[in-house]
């Protein structure tokens, strides 16, 4: 069975830093791209980055883009989202997504439970 | 990219078909056979019912089925079940190499 397992959100004041985790198990983690999506309770999901199998290669969503970084370290099945500078905008329950059911690899096939995060004063 | 068009809400009857439509551009749903549906039920996470266009994942009952035509895709549900209450949502890759999501629906079963 596929687990996700978001941690590291929380209450954050503007302008600061928070880093969330996401471990990986039952699946061949080095062999996914891997997503963070972050969703406003009651609004529609919104990608927000992706990192390639070997991470060389990302992607940001314009919003986020110079203020977070994706990273991933397979030797511990863990995906990562360093969160800088954040903006109260940033708030929501963010969730990390992998392929792993579709042979193309273009959808988000299995979602983890979600972390929330809070920037507020 | 602007996120995708879709009806706030639907509903239909037990038994009853709905549709739902999500409506992109020349630059993702037009672009790509790369559209994929998520059922999502109040405070769980997206599960995903339909990839690529028109493919169910293992498990997913038959009676969700997905199509395309130019710019706009459609989810369909046949047979409607009272556990089918839920949001959805459509997603589509970009010209840009990246996902936009639809504002999702609210589909009521009556």
């Known amino acids: 069975e596929v687990q996700l397992v978001e941690s590291g959100g929380g209450l954050i004041q503007p302008g600061g830093s928070l880093r969330l985790s996401c471990a990986a198990s039952g699946l061949t983690f080095s062999s996914y791209w891997m997503h963070w999506v972050r969703q406003v309770p009651g609004k529609g999901p919104v990608w927000v980055s992706c990192i390639n199998i070997d991470g060389s290669v990302t992607r940001y969503a314009d919003s986020v883009r110079g203020r977070f970084t994706i990273s991933r370290d397979n030797a511990k099945n863990t995906l990562y989202l360093q969160m800088n500078s954040l903006r109260a905008e940033d708030t929501a329950i963010y969730y990390c997504?992998?392929?792993?059911?579709?042979?193309?690899?273009?959808?988000?096939?299995?979602w983890g439970q979600g972390t929330l995060v809070t920037v507020s004063s | 990219h602007s996120a995708l068009t879709q009806p706030a809400s639907v509903s239909g009857s037990p038994g009853q078909s709905i549709t739902i439509s999500c409506i992109g551009t020349?630059?993702?749903?037009?672009?790509?056979?790369?559209v994929s549906w998520y059922q999502q039920h109040p405070g769980k996470a997206p599960k995903l019912i339909i990839h690529d266009v028109n493919n169910r994942p293992s498990g997913v009952s038959n009676r969700f089925s997905g199509s395309k035509s130019d710019n706009t895709a459609s989810l369909t549900i046949s047979g409607l079940q009272a556990e089918d209450e839920a949001d959805y949502y459509c997603t589509a890759y970009t010209s840009s190499a990246s996902w936009v999501f639809g504002g999702g629906t609210k589909l009521t079963v009556l």
């Open positions: 020349s630059s993702d749903v037009g672009s790509f056979n790369y």
């Open positions: 997504a992998s392929p792993g059911i579709a042979v193309t690899g273009m959808s988000f096939d299995y």
